[in-house]
């Protein structure tokens, strides 16, 4: 779940080569312009499989305990088919930065309300106040825009979301389990802690003896060739007129200790891409590069995220690095800690109440969910754990990473998910 949105701009380029921009004064659109909490309301181009699309903005407190208290606009995308069939809540756990339909909304071939979350984004309120950056106030945010929209949707409703968003989407169904039927999680980590210790087991079990002992000896070799590696990084930096916001020495270090994470998390490469310890110092920066890009340690990476940190180390929780293998070789890094991504002035004091409840809860009562995650992802390492009173369904996806999804999986399961889904929604999928 490293905050990576990389992988979402092919799916953007696909996504606007076939467009339609609706009509502006549509019975939907006079609908959505009625509703006071609505700010503003943009017609917006979508997929030609739906009628109509709209960038909206709506009010929300800041505290939804004090309804008196200040208020921020936050940005929903809406892509509408027809009012009577299923409509699909997509819950970003960052910024929304395009519409597009969600997977789930393709296979229910229904209509699609995304919403950004707060405080990333569009959706950030004029004074940042951290301490309403909390998961109960995001599944307020979420229940009042539910509400809203089901005035327009008296259908079936099914939440959903990838990675942080899918983290979103469990916390909602926490929190407010009435507001959809289903919800389907992607690959949506629950940690039990600040610095969740499964993360660092996971990386010592997954894949073969052989492929983890290539990835450290690469590591190290990445360490111990500091001065021949490092020129071509900085090179790199300045042609892309980047901004770092850590020091040279700091910033390599780190960026070795996150790659076994990464490799496993995305599988971008595969065990044989693993440069051998003594290959050209290009082809081992190269490959650096492809598997765990450094952009988010640019400034304006960090300040992009910074809300996600804050988030991680209050209530989410997160992971850290073993440094043991890397002792001798460091100079920099002498914690293990993530939380430098947080300035020291903003480091907030975590709180386990939050997991500790929703981990009882998934185990008790979390019906009619699907949680969707990769066998190789680093985050299936905190996945959720149920238990047998619920009807819930954890789909794990052989040799699947931090992209899986629905599709990803073979006939069998598949078929299993739709199954289910008919079940729970008393509808008809089209296969």
């Known amino acids: 779940m490293k905050p990576q949105k ?29 509703f006071k ?27 939804h305990n004090n309804p008196k208290s200040e208020s921020f606009k936050q940005k929903i995308y809406l892509l509408h088919r027809n009012e009577k069939l299923p409509t699909v809540l997509a819950l970003e756990g960052y ?12 296979i229910l071939q229904g209509n699609q309300v995304l919403v950004e979350h707060r405080y990333f984004g569009a959706s950030v309120p004029e004074k940042i106040d951290w301490n309403y950056l909390t998961v109960k106030q995001s599944a307020a945010d979420h229940h009042a825009i539910v509400q809203l929209f089901k005035k327009i949707y008296s259908s079936k409703w099914v939440s959903t979301g990838v990675s942080k968003g899918g ?47 290539k990835i450290l000896d690469y590591q190290r070799a990445f360490l111990q060739r500091r001065d021949e590696i490092m020129p071509f990084l ?115 004091k975590f709180d386990g109440t939050l997991l500790t409840d929703v981990s009882e809860w998934l185990k008790t009562k979390s019906n009619n969910m699907i949680f969707i995650y990769g066998e190789l992802d680093t985050w299936s390492a905190t996945s959720v754990v149920l238990s047998d009173k619920t009807n819930a369904l954890k789909m794990v996806c052989k040799g699947g990473h931090h992209g899986t999804s629905i599709r990803s999986f073979d006939p069998e399961n598949k078929e299993l998910i739709y199954s289910t889904l008919e079940k729970w929604l008393d509808l008809k999928i089209k296969r």
């Open 6 to 34: 990389y992988l979402l701009l092919l799916i953007a380029f696909l996504f606007i080569s076939s467009s339609v921009l609706p009509q502006q004064e549509t019975e939907l659109y006079k609908k959505l312009k009625s």
């Open 234 to 348: 900085m090179k790199d930096v300045e042609t892309m007129n980047l901004q770092l916001a850590f020091d040279w020495d700091f910033l390599y270090e780190i960026w070795v200790l996150e790659y076994s994470f990464t490799f496993w998390q995305y599988g971008a490469a595969k065990c044989e891409d693993v440069p051998l310890p003594n290959a050209d110092a290009k082809v081992m920066f190269e490959h650096m590069k492809k598997v765990n890009g450094y952009s988010w340690y640019t400034e304006q990476g960090v300040q992009q995220f910074l809300p996600s940190y804050i988030q991680f180390y209050k209530e989410i929780g997160y992971y850290d690095y073993d440094l043991e293998p890397f002792k001798d070789l460091l100079t920099e890094v002498k914690d293990g800690s993530s939380i430098f991504w947080i300035p020291k002035e903003l480091r907030p």
């Open 167 to 213: 983290q979103t989407t469990i916390f909602f169904k926490r929190f407010y389990p009435n507001d959809v039927d289903v919800a389907v999680p992607y690959v949506a980590p629950v940690n039990y802690s600040m610095e969740d210790p499964r993360i660092t087991q996971f990386l010592k079990a997954v894949g073969s003896y052989e492929c983890r002992k």
């Open 95 to 106: 910024s929304a930065d395009f519409n597009r339909p969600y997977e789930l909304t393709k």
């Open 37 to 63: 909490e609505i700010v503003s309301v943009t017609p917006i181009k979508t997929d030609t499989t739906f009628t109509e699309g709209y960038q909206i903005l709506i009010s929300q407190p800041i505290d």
